[in-house]
């Protein structure tokens, strides 16, 4: 699966693996609003890496839980969806807004036999750093989104998007460069 090959996902080891994680998944979203403790703890055990200052709004979904790291400081609203069949990187100072998904899988398209079977595959997601991706926003498999980059709300991001660009749409494109700041917030030309 990591690998990029074919997989079945009735594969018993797979199956243990998505009960374990929605046996964390129940408890994460059973929390209620005052315990951000235990919620932080339930995702320490659930992703592969969550950095420091980082938060996650319940619902949340996802298939292993492993294969997902965030960075400092970034955010995951409520309802998202983490198709995790290959891994999903999330740099720093992200934020993604409600009922977003990204997904991983992949469904043989001209071998139809193949798919009434249930092989897949799944190629990887990297969000960069300082990231903001607007409600509802779906990212399909193998994208790469760079850093300082703003995804409009709603948009299906079916390519890689660059750096500091604003995009935007089904499917998602560039509308605009954004321009570059200083740590200061100082906006310049670029």
Same mark, same amino acid.
């Given at each position: 699966?990591?690998?990029?090959?074919?997989?079945?996902?009735?594969?018993?080891?797979?199956?243990?693996?998505?009960?374990?994680?929605?046996?964390?998944?129940?408890?994460?979203?059973?929390?209620?609003?005052?315990?951000?403790? &235990?919620?932080?703890? %339930?995702?320490?055990?659930?992703?592969?890496?969550? *950095?420091? $200052?980082?938060? @996650?709004? =319940?619902?949340?979904?996802?298939?292993?839980?492993?294969?997902?790291?965030?960075?400092?400081?970034?955010?995951?609203?409520?309802?998202?969806?983490?198709?995790?069949?290959?891994?999903?990187?999330?740099?720093?100072?992200?934020?993604?807004?409600?009922?977003?998904?990204?997904?991983?899988?992949?469904?043989?398209?001209?071998?139809?036999?193949?798919?009434?079977?249930?092989?897949? &595959?799944?190629?990887? %997601?990297?969000?960069?750093?300082?990231?903001?991706? *607007?409600? $509802?926003?779906? @990212?399909? =498999?193998?994208?790469?989104?760079?850093?300082?980059?703003?995804?409009?709300?709603?948009?299906?991001?079916?390519?890689?998007?660059?750096?500091?660009?604003?995009?935007?749409?089904?499917?998602?494109?560039?509308?605009?460069?954004?321009?570059?700041?200083?740590?200061?917030?100082?906006?310049?030309?670029?």
């Amino acid at each position: 699966m990591l690998s990029g090959q074919l997989y079945r996902d009735n594969d018993p080891e797979l199956v243990a693996e998505r009960r374990r994680c929605q046996a964390l998944l129940d408890r994460f979203n059973a929390t209620r609003s005052d315990e951000e403790d &235990t919620r932080q703890e %339930i995702l320490s055990a659930l992703l592969g890496g969550i *950095g420091t $200052g980082s938060w @996650v709004m =319940p619902r949340f979904q996802c298939d292993y839980g492993y294969l997902i790291r965030l960075g400092d400081n970034s955010f995951i609203n409520y309802d998202a969806i983490l198709m995790d069949c290959a891994r999903i990187t999330v740099g720093n100072d992200v934020s993604i807004g409600p009922r977003a998904q990204l997904l991983t899988a992949l469904h043989p398209m001209d071998d139809h036999e193949a798919r009434r079977q249930r092989w897949e &595959t799944a190629a990887p %997601i990297v969000i960069g750093d300082n990231v903001w991706m *607007g409600g $509802g926003v779906i @990212v399909c =498999p193998g994208v790469t989104i760079g850093p300082d980059t703003v995804v409009g709300a709603g948009s299906v991001v079916t390519r890689d998007l660059p750096a500091r660009v604003f995009a935007a749409g089904n499917p998602c494109r560039v509308i605009r460069e954004l321009p570059s700041t200083d740590t200061h917030g100082q906006a310049h030309g670029g």
